[in-house]
């Protein structure tokens, strides 16, 4: 079988300069097709087709002009297939075969990478529920325990894990019943796995708190392989979006955010009762930031002991006053804005490697 034919390399960021020869055809692979609803749409179903494409360097979102929909619509513009555009990107068709016929996603060096048919990797932020097969590979950068649940149409047991891709895509992963069985032992954090063959759901936000808008329920026919760490020393191990602690202020109550600061006090654990009879531990934190405020952090359940222990250990008996980065954390507004510990929360004490840390260290 012939190779694919080599992408136009820097034909995208040459478009945006005076270095384009508009009418030049150019040669792109198509990273993901999506169908979207227009704003005003009165119920003509008319869903128009945006494609994230790209020229081998550098990747874009392009709208396929309302005539040529019927291209995706019967599968000849699909994931992987490599088009020609011309006339200023205003024609198109297609110029190779959809993965099906042997051509993968386009990567750097110009050209597309031959794969196996069944390895579509894709980015995180470009899945959708209307693709069909995908793969993802994704570190696992939270797992939560097995919880049992009991609802109107029965009880059953759950558990989530949080994905992280290297392009900084993030996702919610849920097993459920019989797929907690299969997949619990196997998903461990920090592990990077390739995952396909799931369902995409809307997220409750409320209890999802990732920046992706679906999440991924684990079916019978799903699989997760596990992969080599000198395979995946692109894909990082945590992100952050920091909010500084002035701002809180501002914020709707049940928000969760990640915040950096210094640990200037801490108290002692406490057990108290919730309003369900059942017992758990706290302790309280101050946080500071270079935003001049200061915050209430309290630590719930498990991290109460871990980081809990190790910065009373720091601020009581060393005197000093630590980094804590925390991903996660949800706002209250109770006498006060303030923040809390979630069970998806990630707390990291004086992180080597962050630029903020080492900012507020010096501050």
Not at 83 to 96: H, M, N, P
Not at 117 to 133: E, F, H, K, M, W
Not at 221 to 230: G, M, P
Request: overall charge neutral; proline content about 5%; some cysteine.
């Amino acid at each position: 079988m012939d190779g694919p034919p080599p992408l136009s390399a820097g034909c995208l960021q040459a478009a945006l300069t005076s270095d384009f020869a508009v009418g030049m055809p150019v040669l792109l692979q198509v990273l993901d097709v999506q169908r979207v609803q227009p704003k005003n749409d009165t119920g003509s179903g008319q869903a128009r087709i945006k494609l994230v494409v790209s020229d081998g360097v550098h990747k874009c979102m392009a709208l396929l002009a309302s005539q040529l929909k019927d291209l995706a619509d019967n599968g000849q513009v699909q994931q992987g297939t490599i088009i020609e555009a011309g006339g200023g990107y205003g024609a198109l068709r297609s110029a190779a075969g959809p993965p099906g016929g042997g051509y993968g996603m386009g990567g750097g060096g110009g050209g597309p990478i031959q794969r196996a048919d069944d390895a579509r990797v894709v980015p995180i932020s470009a899945l959708n529920p209307y693709q069909g097969r995908w793969t993802i590979k994704a570190r696992c950068t939270h797992k939560g325990d097995v919880r049992t649940y009991n609802n109107q149409r029965g009880g059953g047991r759950m558990f989530s894990f949080d994905l992280l891709d290297k392009e900084g895509g993030e996702i919610r992963v849920t097993a459920w019943n019989d797929q907690v069985d299969l997949f619990f032992g196997v998903v461990q954090p920090g592990g990077v796995y390739l995952l396909s063959k799931g369902s995409l759901k809307p997220k409750n936000a409320r209890f999802n708190s990732t920046r992706h808008d679906f999440e991924i329920f684990m079916e019978r026919t799903s699989t997760l392989q596990a992969v080599a760490e000198n395979e995946a020393a692109d894909i990082p191990h945590i992100q952050y979006h920091f909010t500084k602690l002035a701002e809180i202020e501002r914020m709707d109550a049940q928000t969760v955010i990640d915040v950096i600061g210094i640990v200037h006090q801490v108290s002692a654990p406490a057990r108290i009762t919730r309003r369900d009879g059942t017992d758990t531990d706290k302790r309280s934190v101050q946080l500071k930031d270079d935003s001049g405020a200061t915050i209430e952090l309290t630590l719930w359940d498990k991290h109460v002991a871990h980081p809990g222990q190790a910065l009373e250990d720091a601020v009581g008996g060393q005197g000093r006053c630590p980094v804590l980065a925390c991903k996660g954390v949800r706002v209250g507004d109770f006498n006060g804005k303030n923040l809390s510990t979630i069970n998806s929360s990630t707390l990291t004490l004086d992180p080597p490697d962050l630029q903020e840390g080492r900012i507020l260290r010096h501050w």
